[in-house]
């Protein structure tokens, strides 16, 4: 069954799902020699000493566990499949990227406001290299950062993004303005679901919990919003432009 799907499934598609797979096992086998992939490759705000320009790439590559890495497959086999043999190889890889990348932009513009609100710039510094340990969204250091408003700040510092969701959202949103009566069985609970209302319940609930603001809270939930607010506005541009057919 397993092979048929893999055998069954469009290129681009097959080939994000492998490098998703590589990344993770390439992620699991450094970690067992010291070598923090999380860090090097997961995408940091842009003024922290750990970003790198690539991360803006390799972030969506890479993910925090198995179920995550298995979440965001499915998804994408199952939204992004349907959507390469509607749009082409090339149309739906535009897509993806651009959705990724959007993602990224408005999980950064908001970490950005943020971070101004607390110390009045969008671009202070903080030395990651004087932090103890990560736990969560928490952070304790070997030095005194200043008030805890500005530890809280720091935290977009040293807490990378990781993963493909914003950009499974952004297929999710696709597929629901195309497809939108097409029905899916869930797990949890097992009924039945529309395309249309899986992308308005998905999406109010990741408007609630990014509003909700937990600290406990390690979800990028403005990148999900993020995905589907690209994927809306590239599917409304597309509409309106009849002259490409790719």
């Known amino acids: ?19 998703n797979v590589l990344f993770f096992l390439a992620t699991v086998v450094m970690q067992g020699q010291g070598i923090d992939l999380h860090r090097m490759l ?20 890479m993910h925090g566990d198995f179920y995550h890495l298995l979440f965001n497959m499915f998804g994408l086999v199952i939204f992004g499949s349907h959507l390469e043999r509607t749009w082409g190889k090339k149309r739906f890889f535009i897509f993806y990227f651009v959705t990724a990348i959007g993602a990224l932009f408005l999980h950064t513009l908001v970490q950005g406001i943020e971070i101004y609100q607390i110390t009045g710039e969008i671009f202070p510094q903080f030395d990651v290299y004087n932090i103890r340990e990560v736990a969560g969204n ?8 200043g008030t805890q408003a500005y530890a809280d700040a720091s935290s977009h510092y040293v807490v990378g993004i990781l993963g493909a969701s914003g950009a499974v959202y952004g297929l999710l949103m696709a597929f629901a303005l195309l497809f939108p009566n097409t029905q899916f069985m869930l797990l949890f609970p097992p009924i039945p679901i529309k395309a249309k209302w899986m992308a308005i319940i998905l999406g109010a609930m990741a408007l609630y919990q990014a509003y909700q603001n937990s600290a406990e809270d390690s979800v990028a939930h403005f990148a999900h919003l993020g995905g589907m607010l690209f994927g809306f506005i590239l599917i409304y541009i597309w509409r309106k432009d009849r002259s490409s057919f790719y």
């Open 1 to 19: 069954m397993l092979r048929n799907l893999f055998a069954n499934m469009p290129d681009v598609v097959k080939n994000l799902l492998i490098l």
């Open 42 to 61: 997961g995408m940091h705000y842009p003024s922290s000493n750990l970003f790198r320009p690539y991360q803006v790439i390799t972030h969506f590559f």
């Open 138 to 145: 928490r952070i304790t250091w070997d030095v005194n950062p």
